[in-house]
């Protein structure tokens, strides 16, 4: 079992060791950011580069692929480093590398793809949440019932776009879902008005270029659009259903 991170708590000083979040916990701060920043480099060192700019930028949930050269370790040294940070591990696709990713630290197993057993494990797990890959309502219905904490649909941007996630709700209105694959700055509010709880944004976000170079005020500056284009959003949202209210 990997040891518990340390865990920043503004204005308490240094980092201190503290117990895990539990599932509850972990759920709501994905849906409280609206973000999930997928880190997918060629190179470690690119990798650690890339997580520690986009937690700069603020933030706090970041996603690490397996397609790392020596995801393990990178998980592992960046759950030290960047203690402030929900990491957890991309394209996960059996158990055993999931087992593998929790034991250096990873606190949520994110796949583009819907592997019933990964899901179970990680169901039965208190500290650790699922974010299992689906494309047809079958599959979204699978992975919730296997115990899946959220669904992402993968790759949206293929399957219809933010209609697709807007059909989806009708039948699934209590699944969480999570839209990745191909999501901009141009289409990402139409994702969150169309009831995605969630966006997983890869080089939109972290461009390959901004990485090769290290060009961290550009991931900077993208990271904060993306977490603006959230909030507005919401308000907007929130705002509307206000209204709404208003007339009932």
Known sequence: M????????????????????EKQELRARVEEVGLVPVIRTSSAKD???????????GIPIIELTMTVPGAFEVIRN???DVPHVVLGAGTVLDVDTARRCIDVGAQFISSPVLD???????AGL????????AMTPTEVLAAWKAGSD????????????????????RPFPEIPLIAGGGI???????????GAAALSVGKELIPQESILLHKPDRI???????????????ARMAETQSQAAQFH
């Open 2 to 21: 990997a040891a518990w991170p340390a865990r920043f708590i503004a204005g308490k000083g240094p980092p201190e060791v503290f117990p895990p979040m």
């Open 47 to 57: 990798a650690r580069f890339a997580v520690e700019e986009v937690s700069h930028a």
């Open 78 to 80: 960046l759950v030290k």
């Open 116 to 122: 019933v057993p990964t899901v179970h494990y990680v």
């Open 126 to 133: 208190p500290n650790i949440i699922m974010m299992a890959g």
């Open 150 to 169: 959220f669904v992402k649909i993968f790759p949206a941007s293929l399957v219809g776009g933010d209609n697709y996630i807007r059909t989806l709700r």
């Open 184 to 194: 901009t700055q141009q289409n990402a509010a139409y994702y969150l008005l169309a």
């Open 220 to 234: 900077r500056e993208l990271t904060r659009r993306f977490a603006t284009i959230v909030r507005s959003t919401r």
